[in-house]
């Protein structure tokens, strides 16, 4: 019998995930991706216009998120990650002016809400207790109820974190993949909930190291290899077809399709994936004044969400962009601009040089219906698995779902040996 090859699709963190695991266990790897770089959604990139380096868009992991921890530990980028050191988040709200900075505690009883200085301004005690909803929420709840009672803790925790996390409006967002995100994080306690946000840039340090540890194991990467179909017998895939040529498969190979959710759609239409996605839209400013400190700051009742500055670039990100789609880019930049300047204490008219970015399929739409069409890693085919954010996770589309995915899906490739 000839050497097996694992093959992977794609090289997102889920392609590169579930490379990681196999060329660690000794399978030999190839990883084919269509664009001519590795990291799909997650990635920086040398921007002309503005003259540096910048990231697609924002990211912020906590230190709660497990396969993130393994992913950075085994690719030896623990180091390129920073952050405040504790379970600090600091707000701003537009409306008034008003600043603080959630605090929690380490452990995992949530002490911070009973006191009433660490708790956000004009919260009562009692409305914390809207955790419930979500605590007892079942497969087909929505956020909804959360919504419909629009509180200061609505507006001032409930809906930035439903949009930050979930990248999806709260009447429709489900409530069971919001329950999971808060019990991996704040229901684990604070210990679990530091921020953490790559010193350099997302590929510095989800991409460059990982690819770094493959080089050394011997893991080939295909770029411009965009898969158009495949050749079946039977059960199995026999053979790949790029735009570039086809590989033959050995009767032993192995194929790991790390690919979207909605090219998994024209690949494959009897696999089950997510059909709705959501936009998420970064605004980069490059300013000419370095602000006080690095970090990140979420901003409510305004168009931004959260502000993330890194040396001389402050970068915006506004989730669920479609619901902004009318406002033409030029407004928007200014509309943001003006928010941000106030937090920054630069002047609101000058705006710096600035770049806008859509990524129109950022994540699934985290609604209970798109969840449910969400594929688990073992498709019943003889020499397939699935990896992506958009496979039955538990969790929405994040780096941390990525990840685990890939890890599940070089196991179920590892288990059919
Ligand atoms: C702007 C933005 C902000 C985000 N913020 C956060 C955040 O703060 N925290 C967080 O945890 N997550 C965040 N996410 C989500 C996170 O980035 C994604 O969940 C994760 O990167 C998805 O990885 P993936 O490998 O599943 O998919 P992808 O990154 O989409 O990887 C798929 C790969 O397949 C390649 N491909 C596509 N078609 C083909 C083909 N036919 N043949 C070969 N290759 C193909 C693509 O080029 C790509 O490289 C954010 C996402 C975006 C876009």
Redesign the pocket.
């Not at 794609?10 to 392609?15: F, M």
């Given at each position: 019998m000839t050497d097996r090859h694992v093959h992977i699709?794609?090289?997102?963190?889920?392609?590169l995930s579930a490379a990681l695991q196999l060329s660690l266990s000794g399978e030999k790897v190839i990883v084919?991706?269509?664009?001519p770089f590795?990291?799909?959604?997650?990635r920086s990139f040398l921007d002309r216009e503005l003259g540096c380096r910048i990231d697609?868009?924002?990211?912020?992991?906590l230190s709660g998120n497990v396969a993130v921890r393994d992913y950075l530990y085994l690719t030896n980028a623990t180091e390129t990650m920073a952050g405040p050191g504790s379970p600090v988040f600091p707000f701003y709200d537009i409306t008034d002016g008003a600043q603080w900075i959630i605090r929690m505690n380490r452990g995992s009883f949530p002490w911070w809400i009973f006191d009433k200085k660490r708790r956000i301004p004009g919260t009562t005690l009692a409305q914390y207790l809207s955790v419930l909803r979500i605590l007892l929420a079942r497969r087909n709840d929505t956020t909804k109820g959360l919504a419909s009672n629009k509180n200061i803790l609505y507006s001032r925790f409930w809906e930035p974190l439903i949009i930050g996390a979930l990248n999806t409006e709260p009447d429709i967002a489900s409530a069971k993949l919001l329950r999971n995100v808060l019990s991996q994080s704040f229901g684990a306690g604070g210990n679990a909930c530091v921020p953490l946000i790559p010193k350099l840039g997302l590929s510095e340090t989800f991409v460059a190291p990982c690819l770094n540890v493959l080089r050394q194991n011997g893991v080939e990467m295909k770029y411009y290899?965009?898969?158009r179909s495949m050749l079946w017998e039977g059960d199995c895939v026999r053979e790949l077809a790029f735009n570039n040529g086809k590989v033959e498969l050995n009767p032993n190979d192995w194929v790991i399709l790390?690919?979207?959710a909605w090219?998994m759609r024209e690949l494959l239409p009897e696999v089950p994936a997510p059909t709705d996605f959501r936009s998420?839209l970064?605004t980069h400013f490059r300013l000419d004044e370095m602000p006080v400190s690095n970090g990140f700051t979420g901003i409510v009742s305004g168009y931004s969400e959260w502000l993330f500055v890194r040396d001389n670039i402050a970068s915006v990100?506004i989730s669920c962009a479609e619901r902004f789609k009318k406002i033409p880019s030029r407004d928007m930049a200014a509309f943001v601009w003006a928010e941000i300047a106030t937090v920054l204490d630069l002047d609101p008219k000058k705006i710096p040089p600035h770049r806008i970015f859509l990524?129109k399929y950022?994540?699934l739409a985290a609604t209970p219906q798109q969840d449910a069409q969400r594929s688990s890693a073992y498709t019943g085919w003889k020499n397939i698995s699935l990896?992506?954010?958009?496979t039955a996770t538990g969790l929405p589309?994040?780096?941390?779902?990525?990840l685990r995915?890939g890890v599940k899906a070089a196991q179920v490739a590892l288990r059919w040996k």
């Open positions: 699709v794609g090289a997102g963190l889920a392609g084919y991706e269509a664009a590795a990291g799909g959604r997650c697609n868009g924002n990211h912020l992991v290899h965009r898969l790390a690919l979207p090219f998420i970064n990100t990524e950022a994540t990896a992506g954010e958009w589309s994040t780096i941390e779902g990525a995915s």
